[in-house]
């Protein structure tokens, strides 16, 4: 079973299109689209677990140059 994950990311001014493009390119990363509003960038990922997911957004999506947060919201099927 796969576990799958909105990560919500602020950027640093003018990086969104940077990070947006980054981020595509991690492993596990479905999409990841420019928005407006609080948040700059939203990333759908999927991992194996939920621990994987972590990994994944602690040592590759926040290395990102240009991030300033995350925000990450685990898919869950009521």
Do not use: K, W
Not at 6 to 19: F, K, N, R, S
Not at 39 to 65: C, F, K, N
Request: glycine share 6%; with cysteine; hydrophobic share 45%.
């Amino acid at each position: 079973m796969t576990v799958t994950a909105y990560v919500l990311i602020q950027t640093e001014v003018g990086t969104a299109a940077h990070v947006a493009s980054s981020v595509r390119a991690i492993p596990g990363v479905v999409t990841a689209d420019d928005v407006t509003g609080p948040y700059d960038v939203i990333v759908r990922a999927e991992a194996p677990s939920l621990d994987d997911l972590g990994r994944m957004v602690v040592s590759q999506i926040q290395a990102v140059d240009g991030i300033t947060r995350t925000f990450t919201c685990p898919v869950v099927n009521l």
